[in-house]
C-alpha cells in the first residue's frame, strides 16, 4: 500500500527529529521514517565510555535545551539517547521505528520513497540518515592476511574486551583518540595508537562551543566571498575531552605513524620493522549513507550530492541534512543541525505553498 504525505524525513536521529520539529511548528503534513527500532539514533550503538565535546545546555536541539547529567560536565551516550527519546515524544513527533527506506524515486510531480513496510508518495524527502551505517576502513596492504580481529569504532565497546591482548588502534581523529585513551587507562591491553600525521590536541579549553561558532564563521565567510578560514581544521584534530587529557597528561598517547601493511600476526612498519597484534580498531570514519538515494542519479565528486545549503541542486524536491559542513556548518552535530534544519523546513514549505 503507498500513503501519502506532503513530506517524508528519513532517519529519526538528532537530524531528523530537528527537521521534525520545524516541520510540526510549521504544522506541515510529515513522516519520519526510523531504521532504529527504538528513540536515540546511532547513539544508541556507541562505546560505552563516549562523552560528547560540550557540556548538555550546548548540545541541544532547537526548542528544547539538553538537561545536565547529574555528576558529569560532558554527557555520556546514555544522556543523550534519553534526551533524544523524551524529544521525540514532547513534541509528539510521526517517528515510525523500525522502517528502513530502501529507495527515493521520481514519481510524476512527487518522489516516491519505498521502505521495507510500503511507500510513500511525497512532494518532498529531508534525508537525514547520517554516516554511522557506513564506517570506511581504508584499503591497507595486508588487511585479509590479518589472523587476528578487526573491528572498526562502530563495533568498539569495552576496554574489558581487550584484556590482555595487544590492540593497535588507527586513527587521529576524536574516536581514535577516545578509544586509545579507553583501552590505556581502563584496560589490561597493551596499546599501539597509529596515526597518518602526528596528532593535533585542541587547546584543553576549546570544546564543541567553541568549534560550533568557528564552524559557522567560515561558512559565513565562504558565502559572502571572503577568504577560506580553514574553521574548525586550522584548530587542530581532538578535542581534549577529560579522559584522553587524563591520558595525555600521564603519557599513555604517544602515537605512531602509521604502519605500511598488516602482517599474518601484526602490522609492518616503514623501517621494516613488525609488532604482533591481537586486534585492529580502525577508527578510520566514515561516509555518508545515501544508498536509498541512488534512483535519483546525483551523485556527485567524493561521493556527495551537490547542494545549494540543504537543498540537491538536481532535484530541489530533496534536502540532505546533517551529513556535515556541505549540508550545513557543524550540521552532524546536535547543536550544529538545528540551522540548516530551519533553513531547510522553511525553503520546503515555500515549494508547498508553490
Known amino acids: 500500500m503507498t500513503q501519502r504525505a506532503d513530506v517524508v524525513v528519513v532517519g529519526g536521529g538528532q537530524s531528523g527529529l530537528a527537521a521534525g520539529y520545524h516541520l510540526r511548528r510549521l504544522g506541515v503534513d510529515f513522516v519520519v521514517l526510523d531504521a532504529q527500532s527504538a528513540p536515540g539514533g546511532a547513539w544508541q550503538h556507541t562505546w560505552d565510555s563516549l562523552r560528547l565535546f560540550s557540556p548538555a545546555a550546548h548540545s541541544s536541539l532547537p526548542g528544547r535545551l539538553m538537561p545536565a547529567q547529574q555528576g558529569e560536565t560532558y554527557p555520556d551516550a546514555g544522556h543523550v539517547v534519553d534526551y533524544l527519546a523524551d524529544y521525540e515524544k514532547r513534541y509528539d513527533?510521526?517517528?515510525?521505528?523500525?522502517?528502513?527506506?530502501?529507495a527515493v524515486r521520481r514519481d510524476g510531480g512527487r518522489l516516491l520513497v519505498e521502505a521495507d513496510?510500503?511507500?510513500?508518495?511525497?512532494?518532498?524527502?529531508?534525508?537525514?540518515?547520517?554516516?554511522?551505517?557506513r564506517p570506511f576502513v581504508p584499503a591497507v596492504p595486508g588487511r585479509d592476511v590479518f589472523t587476528?580481529?578487526?573491528?572498526?569504532?562502530?563495533?568498539?565497546?569495552?576496554?574489558?574486551?581487550?584484556?590482555g591482548q595487544h590492540v593497535v588502534v588507527v586513527g587521529g581523529g576524536n574516536s581514535g583518540a577516545q578509544i586509545a585513551a579507553d583501552l590505556a587507562l581502563h584496560g589490561d591491553a597493551a596499546v599501539t595508537w597509529a596515526t597518518r600525521r602526528p596528532p593535533r590536541f585542541l587547546p584543553d579549553d576549546i570544546d564543541g562551543r567553541i568549534l560550533f561558532d568557528v564552524a559557522t564563521a567560515r561558512r559565513r565567510a565562504l558565502d559572502a566571498g571572503r577568504s577560506d578560514?580553514?574553521?574548525?581544521?586550522?584548530?587542530?584534530?581532538?578535542v581534549a575531552v577529560p579522559p584522553?587529557?587524563?591520558?595525555?597528561?600521564?603519557?599513555?598517547?604517544?602515537?605512531?605513524?602509521?604502519?605500511?601493511?598488516?602482517t599474518a600476526t601484526g602490522v609492518q612498519w616503514?623501517?621494516?620493522?613488525?609488532?604482533?597484534?591481537?586486534?585492529?580498531?580502525?577508527c578510520t570514519g566514515f561516509r555518508p549513507a545515501l544508498a536509498h538515494l541512488a534512483p535519483l542519479?546525483?551523485?556527485?565528486?567524493?561521493?556527495?550530492?551537490?547542494?545549494?545549503?540543504?537543498?540537491?541542486?538536481?532535484?530541489?524536491?530533496?534536502?540532505?541534512?546533517?551529513?556535515?559542513?556541505?549540508?550545513?556548518?557543524?550540521?552532524?552535530?546536535?547543536?550544529?543541525?538545528?540551522r540548516p534544519a530551519r533553513d531547510a523546513v522553511r525553503d520546503i514549505a515555500q515549494l508547498l505553498s508553490s
Open 229 to 238: 578560514t580553514g574553521g574548525v581544521a586550522s584548530l587542530g584534530d581532538i
Open 270 to 282: 616503514a623501517d621494516g620493522s613488525r609488532s604482533d597484534a591481537d586486534a585492529i580498531i580502525w
Open 117 to 133: 513496510s510500503g511507500s510513500w508518495r511525497a512532494r518532498a524527502v529531508i534525508s537525514a540518515t547520517g554516516t554511522w551505517s
Open 297 to 338: 542519479g546525483l551523485r556527485g565528486p567524493r561521493g556527495h550530492i551537490p547542494t545549494a545549503g540543504t537543498r540537491a541542486v538536481a532535484e530541489p524536491r530533496l534536502h540532505l541534512l546533517g551529513y556535515g559542513d556541505w549540508t550545513g556548518p557543524a550540521s552532524a552535530t546536535l547543536i550544529g543541525v538545528g
Open 244 to 262: 584522553v587529557r587524563a591520558a595525555r597528561d600521564a603519557g599513555l598517547l604517544h602515537a605512531k605513524p602509521m604502519f605500511t601493511r598488516l
Open 93 to 102: 513527533l510521526p517517528v515510525q521505528h523500525g522502517v528502513q527506506a530502501e
Open 148 to 163: 587476528g580481529r578487526q573491528l572498526h569504532t562502530v563495533n568498539y565497546r569495552s576496554p574489558r574486551d581487550f584484556a
